[in-house]
């Protein structure tokens, strides 16, 4: 087995274990509708790990969670339906969750939403770097935990608000599949894609045991709901990496 052959098989390993691990968390007062895109989506997880997961990487974006026209849809980290098809041209399929929100249906590459977020983080990695092979040469992109929750009126949740004894299981279980991942793929940087991530992803690394641990950075959340995000975000961005010499 290549060693990204095995760096990959870890991942996807570490992704099964997190999978069974949340389904075992009780979110019923917190959230009427969990989806899990590593259950139905788990083909076109797997895809994009096999296709672009690798050691050795020199810098690792990671999001908070899905959302419900992103991830949620397609299974990939901040997953925009057009990115992951058109861009990354991940086939494989999603299938449906067990309990479906009629508002939010899961309609994989076939979803005319699209999810800012995704086309903002995506968009400017293709004007930046062209190509997939280019941009995954170094780059990798994760998310801190694979759920996406919703109200019964289908309203996002996100994690971050949860009562601190169920914020503290989740954390406790996708800390865990981080620092795997983390020590799988032994990036140089590590960019917290928002305030929630960076602080997940400083206390992943103050565990580590690698003998070079991340750098931790964070770049401003590319979600509409940010008034600075609608301000030229990419260019806020790209400012942000090279003034740190990331980039």
Not at 129 to 143: I, M, R, S, Y
Not at 146 to 159: E, Q, S
Not at 168 to 180: G, I, W
């Amino acid at each position: 087995m290549s060693k990204a052959s095995a760096v990959s098989e870890t991942l996807i390993d570490a992704a099964l274990e997190l999978r069974a691990s949340l389904s075992k968390l009780d979110f019923s007062t917190v959230a009427e509708w969990v989806y899990d895109p590593l259950d139905y989506a788990w083909e076109p997880y797997c895809e994009y790990i096999r296709r672009f997961s690798r050691a050795s990487v020199k810098r690792v974006f990671m999001g908070m969670n899905p959302g419900p026209w992103g991830m949620a849809q397609t299974g990939i980290p901040f997953g925009e339906v057009a990115a992951v098809r058109d861009w990354l041209k991940i086939t494989s399929v999603a299938k449906k969750p067990a309990r479906e929100h009629p508002k939010r249906p899961i309609e994989g590459l076939h979803c005319k939403r699209s999810e800012v977020s995704g086309q903002r983080m995506w968009g400017l990695f293709r004007e930046r770097f062209g190509t997939p092979k280019k941009f995954f040469a170094d780059h990798f992109v994760l998310n801190y935990c694979p759920l996406a929750f919703m109200d019964a009126k289908a309203r996002n949740l996100t994690p971050d608000k949860f009562p601190r004894s169920i914020r503290q299981a989740v954390e406790e279980t996708c800390d865990r599949h981080l620092m795997t991942v983390l020590e799988a793929i032994q990036p140089k940087d590590f960019i917290g894609v928002g305030g929630f991530a960076e602080t997940c992803g400083k206390r992943c690394i103050d565990q580590l045991k690698m003998k070079q641990k991340p750098n931790l950075l964070r770049i401003l959340h590319p979600s509409p709901a940010s008034p600075a995000a609608n301000r030229d975000w990419s260019g806020q961005v790209t400012k942000s990496l090279t003034d740190a010499g990331v980039w």
